[in-house]
């Protein structure tokens, strides 16, 4: 009995030390996007432990051939996000995940219950901080210029992802929010010249590969801890070449 104890704890100890350690890893929710599938990579290149949350339904051809974890659930299914950040409990969250189908789904909410349902498991798990993605125009945000140029900044896709901005900043977990403006058309060469301004009245352009770079560098960066900022790139001028919805 006294062998079989042993061996049943030495066995134990052998799979634990075996197992990959994942608690200070880093969830990125829409990992198989255009914009989450540079952070994939970029954070692979910084070391990082990275679990990407894809649907069953995910093609995982952007994140072919990296040495990543997957966690499989949905956002709008709270207990499977739950579920993944228990199982991962990951230090930093990066939401680059947007509301798929384009024109034709504008006006169904997404954000703020994909965001409700990250916070919240974040809350349980500890999460030092959420980065998310977020747009200009949201929350007044360049109010003025929008207008000037026709852009519905009351639309339901704005307010959705403002009720998401103000969810998250009242939740008590660290977060960053970046807004982009205008996102180049993909595949865009990125230019290494995007940035991020704190004035909320600033509006501008940026490849979707800049935008993940000027982003992480917010990651455990307490300079940014409860702030929101606006990314662009001043190098981008003349007019987007290519086609893509925008979202
Ligand atoms: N300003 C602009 O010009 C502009 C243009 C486009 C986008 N954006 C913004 O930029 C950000 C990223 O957009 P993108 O075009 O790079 O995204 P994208 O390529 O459309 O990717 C969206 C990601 O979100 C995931 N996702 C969607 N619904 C989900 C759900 N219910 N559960 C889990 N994951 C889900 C998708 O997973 P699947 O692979 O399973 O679908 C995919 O990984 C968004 O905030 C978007 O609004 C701005």
Same mark, same amino acid.
């Given at each position: 009995m006294r062998d079989f104890v042993s061996a049943f704890v030495f066995g134990f100890l052998l799979l634990a030390s075996t197992a990959p350690v994942l608690a200070d890893s880093v969830m990125v929710f829409g990992a198989t996007g255009q914009l989450g599938a540079p952070h994939v990579r970029m954070l692979l290149d910084r070391g990082e432990t990275v679990v990407a949350f894809v649907r069953t339904t995910s093609s995982r051809e952007r994140l072919?051939?990296?040495?990543?974890? @997957?966690?499989?659930?949905?956002?709008t299914d709270a207990a499977s996000v739950?579920?993944?950040?228990? *199982? %991962?409990? /990951?230090?930093?969250?990066?939401?680059?995940s947007a509301r798929r189908?384009?024109?034709?789904?504008?006006?169904?909410p997404f954000y703020a219950e994909a965001?409700?349902?990250?916070?919240?498991?974040?809350?349980?798990?500890?999460?030092?901080?959420?980065?998310?993605?977020?747009?200009?125009?949201?929350?007044?945000?360049?109010k003025k210029f929008l207008e000037e140029v026709g852009?519905?900044?009351?639309?339901?896709?704005?307010?959705?992802?403002?009720?998401?901005?103000? @969810?998250?900043?009242?939740s008590?977990?660290?977060?960053?929010?970046?807004?982009?403006?205008?996102? *180049? %058309?993909? /595949?865009?060469?990125?230019?290494?010249?995007?940035?991020?301004?704190?004035?909320?009245?600033?509006?501008?352009?940026?490849t979707r590969t800049d935008l993940a770079s000027v982003s992480l560098e917010c990651m455990d960066n307490a300079d940014c801890q409860g702030k929101i900022y606006h990314a662009q790139d001043d190098s981008l001028i003349g007019p987007r070449t290519g086609s893509e919805e925008g979202k």
């Open positions: 072919r051939n990296l040495n990543i974890q @997957y966690a499989v659930g949905d956002l739950l579920a993944a950040m228990e *199982e %991962f409990k /990951p230090r930093v969250v990066i939401d680059a189908g384009g024109m034709m789904t504008r006006e169904q965001m409700r349902n990250i916070v919240d498991a974040a809350k349980v798990t500890g999460v030092s901080q959420i980065i998310i993605h977020s747009s200009v125009g949201v929350r007044g945000s360049a852009y519905n900044t009351e639309s339901q896709n704005i307010r959705d992802k403002g009720e998401a901005e103000t @969810y998250l900043e009242n008590g977990v660290g977060y960053t929010i970046i807004r982009n403006g205008l996102l *180049e %058309f993909e /595949p865009a060469e990125p230019t290494g010249n995007g940035y991020l301004v704190e004035d909320i009245n600033a509006f501008g352009r940026i």
